[in-house]
């Protein structure tokens, strides 16, 4: 079900209406840009913000860092030049949105503004202050429902009574049924006449450097819908590699273990019932399983996320996390240093790290032991983590970072006591041979399989014979478990959980 807009009140007649666009950069499957193409001329704005480019509170490191930025660039391009073919136009302005939008509102008399709802405590705030100003230049607005799969306001709960295990909503949201199809973008769109687009931002404008591609990487991230349609193509149809994925999900290395699509998705280049709906054709015209399934799964996810924040707000910012555990975290900026330039000294964590510094993504799997190895073996803030992710990330999401490195901390959803990843089991199952340590760490790529992961057990003289030049272990991985896990445990005992 598509959700209809908030009523703006009575001001219905015919006129120019705008479309304040966020993360939701494409033209099919956008409500917002569909309801606004039937009244009349259509003005398709982004703002570049500068508080999204400012330095995060705990690390100073850029909000957004070139990786992603690059990536907002393209799609912000691919956009216009799509919008354009419709008729339309996109118009880029630099400035806070609260003060660029009642601006434009009063110098074009807008009708009216749509735009749609995005989660997130400082977005929300941007648009309570955008609509304060709308208000005052008395041009009323209309918001549509987050870009969910599931239709919310279908499940049988609110936000505020969301629950705290994925599985309930799982099991909620699948009883709805099948989900909503999307649909196309406008037939055509009427752009507003004399009005200056605007340029795009250059990186060096928005205080960031050109990105290297590293050869190492499996893929470039490209944005925008036509490269997220291409990539979606090529994964579901042309590869097939739908049919596999659960088997295949794990990977360290390649194109192709998953579907990549998250940055797409982060960006709104492409929609989640966009995704599903290529799930589903699939599912019908060439094979149903686990795996195709395990997709769909995982876009429930997304949405899970979505929610819980939509539900707890600023509390997924505490260091106590949503489950209020007061976990007496260190501080210390030089271990965090060393982890996130991967030179902590366990090849599979420094492998990790440096892909993530050299590309700005990283597997699924690898995350999820980077930041247990910070929290459960280095005992370091989770959120410096989180910050950290968030600027180099291509595919940032607030809500499923987030909520993900809460969970990985041990202090968010679905908690189940003491939870950590076992580095030499990881090692052990998925880079066994030890090729995604070599990929990234050259200094080990001469050992075998047998010393790869543990290059501080080769005697001094081997080490000098294959000219290891590589860190001793920050810490040892058993002994520094059972620290954090007393931390843990302790103040368990004596934290106000929910």
Excluded at 51 to 80: M, N, Q
Excluded at 306 to 321: D, E, I, M, N, T
Aim: proline share 6%.
């Amino acid at each position: 079900m598509q959700p209809a807009p908030q009523q703006p009140g009575d001001r219905d007649a015919a006129g120019p209406v705008a479309v304040w666009l966020r993360r939701d950069l494409r033209t099919a499957d956008h409500a917002p840009l569909r309801a606004a193409a039937e009244r009349g001329p259509v003005f398709c704005i982004y703002c570049i913000d500068p508080r999204e480019f400012g330095a995060t509170p705990l690390i100073g490191r850029p909000r957004t860092g070139a990786w992603r930025a690059r990536f907002l660039i393209e799609a912000l391009a691919d956009l216009r030049q799509a919008l354009r073919g419709l008729g339309g136009e996109l118009l880029v302005r630099r400035g806070r949105p609260e003060d660029v939008l009642p601006a434009m509102a009063r110098e074009f008399e807008w009708m009216r503004l749509y735009y749609h709802r995005h989660v997130g405590t400082e977005e929300a705030e941007v648009a309570a202050a955008v609509e304060a100003g709308m208000e005052r230049a008395n041009c009323p607005t209309a918001r549509f429902a987050p870009q969910t799969l599931v239709d919310v306001d279908a499940l049988p709960f609110a936000a505020r009574e969301l629950p705290e295990v994925f599985t309930r909503f799982r099991l909620a949201a699948e009883r709805q049924g099948p989900f909503a199809e999307p649909f196309a973008a406008p037939a055509a769109i009427t752009a507003p006449d004399g009005v200056d687009p605007g340029a795009l931002p250059s990186l060096v404008e928005l205080g960031l450097s050109e990105p290297e591609v590293d050869s190492r990487s499996a893929m470039t991230f490209t944005g925008g819908a036509t490269a997220g349609g291409e990539r979606l193509a090529q994964w579901i149809w042309r590869g097939e590699h739908l049919a596999r994925y659960k088997e295949t999900r794990n990977g360290l290395h390649g194109a192709d273990y998953s579907s990549r699509l998250a940055p797409w998705l982060a960006h709104g280049c492409l929609s989640p019932r966009l995704v599903q709906a290529e799930v589903a054709r699939f599912e019908r015209e060439r094979v149903r399983n686990d795996s195709t399934y395990w997709l769909t799964f995982e876009l429930l996810w997304r949405d899970f996320f979505q929610l819980v924040l939509c539900k707890h707000g600023a509390r997924l910012f505490w260091p106590s996390g949503l489950q209020g555990i007061t976990v007496p975290w260190s501080d210390d900026l030089a271990m965090f240093e060393r982890w996130r330039t991967g030179t902590t000294g366990i090849p599979l964590i420094d492998a990790s790290m440096r892909e993530l510094l050299a590309t700005g993504f990283l597997s699924n799997r690898a995350r999820q032991f980077v930041g247990s190895f910070l929290t459960k073996n280095l005992g370091i803030d989770w959120r410096f983590g989180a910050e950290w992710f968030e600027s180099q990330l291509i595919d940032y999401d607030v809500a499923a970072n987030w909520g993900n490195w809460c969970y990985v901390a041990g202090v968010g959803n679905d908690a189940r006591g003491f939870r950590y990843f076992n580095i030499a089991t990881q090692a052990h199952k998925y880079d066994r041979e030890g090729d995604h340590v070599k990929r990234w760490c050259p200094e080990l790529e001469l050992l075998g399989r047998d010393t790869v992961h543990t290059p501080w057990e080769i005697p001094e003289l081997e080490r000098r014979m294959f000219r290891i030049d590589y860190p001793a272990p920050m810490v040892d991985l058993e002994s520094s478990v059972e620290r954090w896990r007393a931390a843990w445990e302790a103040a368990v005992g004596t934290s106000d959980q929910r």
